[in-house]
């Protein structure tokens, strides 16, 4: 199914349709500040292991997710206060903050080491969705076969429409991704250098 939604002031009822297909647990496309981003509600395992193998991803790679605001981040993450003052400063934004899990993380995405990616994109529709669901939203970049960003929900819906719930058209996104920052450690570390400026730090 595919749902247009305004993308400078989305409309409430159409938000909560997509709410309503989170909490039965499906999978949605959703814009970001980058990319579109697959997602599902953060406690449904089942729909986090179709995310996988939608992906053909290795359990190895965790996906990062979505909160509404800072307040929210400190419910599913160690925020020492410098990672606090640097993702005050640069959220809503661009950018995935690595920062230590708590126990409210579902195992399944701690495969490894007990961190988590973390992102609040600079987004309406994505900001209006995650508020009004009330949890975080897992999110990984939509890509085809081949391996590359796909930048229009037309054919997000084409190729993948099968594979997911809903697909939330807010337009034509360049293919971007969002610059990794770990905060988990004393020193800021860039994983990957993406749509948010590296230099800032």
């Known amino acids: 199914m595919l749902l247009k939604i305004n993308a400078e002031n989305p409309q409430i009822r ?18 970001t500040d980058t990319s579109y ?8 395992k089942r729909g986090i292991e179709r995310i996988y193998e939608i992906k053909k991803r290795s359990r190895k790679q965790p996906f990062s997710f979505i909160c509404a605001d800072l307040g929210d981040i400190s419910n599913y993450a160690v925020v020492t206060n410098y990672a606090y003052k640097i993702m005050k400063r640069l959220l809503p934004g661009p950018y995935t903050f690595i920062l230590g899990a708590s126990r409210l993380v579902p195992k399944i995405l701690l495969p490894k080491r007990k961190e988590v ?13 995650v508020r009004e669901f009330g949890s975080p939203i897992i999110s990984t970049t939509v890509k085809s076969c081949e391996d590359e960003i796909i930048t229009d929900p037309y054919i997000i819906e084409e190729e993948l429409g099968h594979c997911v719930d809903l697909v939330i058209d807010g337009g034509i996104l360049p293919p971007e991704l969002s610059t990794v920052v770990n905060l988990a450690n004393a020193i800021p570390e860039i994983v990957r250098e993406g749509k948010g400026d590296p230099n800032v730090f």
């Open 117 to 129: 990616g973390i992102r609040i994109p600079d987004n309406d529709i994505c900001l209006s969705l």
């Open 14 to 31: 159409l938000i909560k349709k997509a709410v309503q297909v989170l909490n039965d647990g499906g999978i949605v496309v959703c814009p």
């Open 37 to 44: 981003g697959m997602g599902c509600d953060l406690f449904n």
